[in-house]
T-cell receptor
């Protein structure tokens, strides 16, 4: 199994541009999580899905952030427009039994 | 104040030494997770504890959850350079699948 796959691994963009982060969960997992990690705030949950349905998006910072899960094998996190304070490492994680074992390698986002 | 506190923030030890990392919650835990992270990589799941007084071991790493389910410790015996990284605890307070994470403990093991 390839594990949780995220792309791109690194993204550098300019303020105001749209950014799309992608995640492919492990096959058969019905929970998918998006986390953001910064030095100041640590690891924070943005949103999570169960069976492709968003369950809790209370961690999404503001309307500039949106996440979708059109099917069981793909999810996107979009930032539009991006701002320098969005610079962080974004992790996707998946699980099938509430025990959060599998994280992706992360996408390091830099907004100039 | 932070819901979940980890200590110390960083730790430098000589290879072969034992060490302990602590994770303290302001609320009773439903479950407590331990992860290891290397720079530029994702989190690697180590252990999950749910019962008060529970103790689990994996190779030279032992994690314990206190009886009150508000504090956990991670103990490494005879540390090796391969143990170096950032150790994070994640708290499950029940009611949902959300985890709240501590800020992490950066461990350096000098050969």
């Amino acid at each position: 199994d390839a594990g949780v796959i995220q792309s791109p691994r690194h993204e550098v963009t300019e303020m105001g541009q749209e950014v799309t982060l992608r995640c492919k969960p492990i096959s058969g997992h019905d929970y998918l999580f998006w986390y953001r990690q910064t030095m100041m705030r640590g690891l924070e949950l943005l949103i999570y899905f169960n069976n492709n349905v968003p369950i809790d998006d209370s961690g999404m910072p503001e309307d500039r952030f949106s996440a979708k899960m059109p099917n069981a094998s793909f999810s996107t996190l979009k930032i539009q427009p991006s701002e320098p304070r969005d610079s962080a490492v974004y992790f996707c994680a998946s699980t099938q039994n509430r025990v959060l074992r599998f994280f992706g390698p992360g996408t390091r986002l830099t907004v100039l | 104040s932070q819901e979940l506190e980890q200590s110390p923030q960083s730790l430098i030890v000589q290879e072969g030494k034992n060490l302990t990392i602590n994770c303290t919650s302001s609320k009773t835990l439903y479950g407590l997770y331990w992860y290891k992270q290397k720079y530029g990589e994702g989190l690697i799941f180590l252990m999950m504890l749910q019962k008060g007084g529970e103790e689990k071991s994996h190779e030279k790493i032992t994690a314990k959850l206190d009886e009150k389910k508000q504090q956990s410790s991670l103990h490494i015996t005879a540390s090796q350079p391969s143990h170096a990284g950032i150790y994070l605890c994640g708290a499950d307070y029940g009611g949902s699948e959300k985890l709240v994470f501590g800020k992490g403990t950066k461990l350096t093991v000098n050969p």
